[in-house]
């Protein structure tokens, strides 16, 4: 299998995820504003800073990202992420932004990970709209994503609908309580909802396995994506050591 080059940015996490990842899977590493081989596999963290540009050009990449459970540690404020910690997962994804679940794979990951996965709830009064960043809007070509998911969810329920982004004041754990569904364009939190029992969907068509806002009313939480989505993210010493690289290629 062809290694892929990694593009890096000035950006620190960026640079920190390239380095490691580069290092594990013994690529090459490349600056964003250096690279002109688009005929090559590459891998690269995040969407911004010219590395968006090239993931649209190129025809295989390697995708890394904050995981799917146990991220590093964040906060959000004055429209800023700031990144606490590395000591968290981090997703890595061939030719897409986000994995969907589907696999085989067994549940050694996930029992690693020790997470309190909660029962589907069957109660909640209203619906969580997660609204995306602007940098996944653009990425997903989505500039109205919150009128027409509203739109969309209502053709289904007439429950409340309540509005919520990274950067809202009220902790995305406080609303799940009594929330019956959790709705997102791609967003991980969508897996957290699914662990604290709360069924969540995604409007980006290659997340319908996991459910269809059609049947928001009806829900089923499909667990046995768990073990999958576990193989797919990686601790940062693992990207180093090559462990995540050794496990991606098999």
Same mark, same amino acid.
């Given at each position: 299998? #062809?290694?892929?080059?990694?593009?890096?940015?000035?950006?620190?996490?960026?640079?920190?995820?390239?380095?490691?990842? %580069?290092?594990?899977?013994?690529?090459?590493?490349?600056?964003?504003? *250096?690279?002109?081989?688009?005929?090559?596999?590459?891998? $690269?963290? !995040?969407?911004?800073? !010219?590395?968006?540009?090239?993931?649209?050009?190129?025809?295989?990449?390697?995708?890394?990202?904050?995981?799917?459970?146990?991220?590093?540690?964040?906060?959000?404020?004055?429209?800023?992420?700031?990144?606490?910690?590395?000591?968290?997962?981090?997703?890595?994804?061939?030719?897409?932004?986000?994995?969907? !679940?589907?696999?085989?794979?067994?549940?050694?990951?996930?029992?690693?990970?020790?997470?309190?996965?909660?029962?589907? *709830?069957? $109660?909640?009064?209203?619906?969580?709209?997660? #609204?995306?960043?602007? %940098?996944?809007?653009?990425?997903?070509?989505?500039?109205?994503?919150? #009128?027409?998911?509203?739109?969309?969810?209502?053709?289904?329920?007439?429950?409340?609908?309540?509005?919520?982004?990274?950067?809202?004041?009220?902790?995305?754990?406080?609303?799940?309580?009594? %929330?019956?569904?959790?709705?997102?364009?791609?967003?991980?939190?969508?897996?957290?909802?699914?662990?604290?029992?709360?069924?969540?969907?995604?409007?980006?068509?290659?997340? *319908?396995?996991?459910?269809?806002?059609?049947?928001?009313?009806?829900?089923?939480?499909?667990? *046995?994506?768990?073990?999958?989505?576990?193989?797919?993210?990686?601790?940062?010493?693992?990207?180093?050591?090559?462990? %995540?690289?050794?496990?991606?290629?098999?």
């Amino acid at each position: 299998m #062809e290694k892929p080059i990694v593009i890096y940015t000035d950006h620190i996490m960026n640079k920190t995820l390239c380095y490691n990842f %580069a290092k594990g899977s013994g690529s090459l590493l490349c600056h964003v504003n *250096k690279f002109k081989e688009y005929d090559r596999t590459i891998a $690269t963290y !995040g969407v911004l800073r !010219g590395t968006l540009e090239i993931l649209n050009k190129v025809k295989n990449y390697y995708y890394i990202d904050h995981g799917y459970f146990n991220q590093s540690k964040r906060s959000f404020e004055n429209n800023r992420t700031n990144v606490i910690n590395l000591e968290g997962y981090f997703r890595i994804v061939n030719n897409n932004f986000i994995h969907n !679940g589907i696999g085989n794979y067994p549940s050694d990951r996930l029992k690693k990970l020790n997470l309190d996965i909660l029962e589907q *709830k069957n $109660t909640g009064n209203y619906i969580i709209l997660s #609204e995306p960043s602007i %940098a996944m809007k653009k990425v997903y070509n989505t500039p109205n994503w919150r #009128e027409d998911t509203i739109k969309l969810v209502k053709r289904y329920t007439d429950r409340k609908i309540i509005i919520h982004n990274k950067f809202s004041k009220e902790p995305l754990d406080s609303l799940l309580k009594n %929330a019956w569904a959790f709705v997102s364009l791609q967003s991980t939190a969508g897996f957290k909802a699914m662990q604290k029992g709360i069924p969540a969907f995604f409007t980006d068509h290659f997340l *319908k396995n996991i459910g269809e806002i059609k049947d928001i009313e009806s829900p089923i939480i499909n667990y *046995k994506i768990f073990n999958n989505l576990a193989y797919g993210q990686w601790t940062l010493n693992e990207i180093q050591s090559g462990e %995540a690289w050794e496990n991606i290629i098999k």
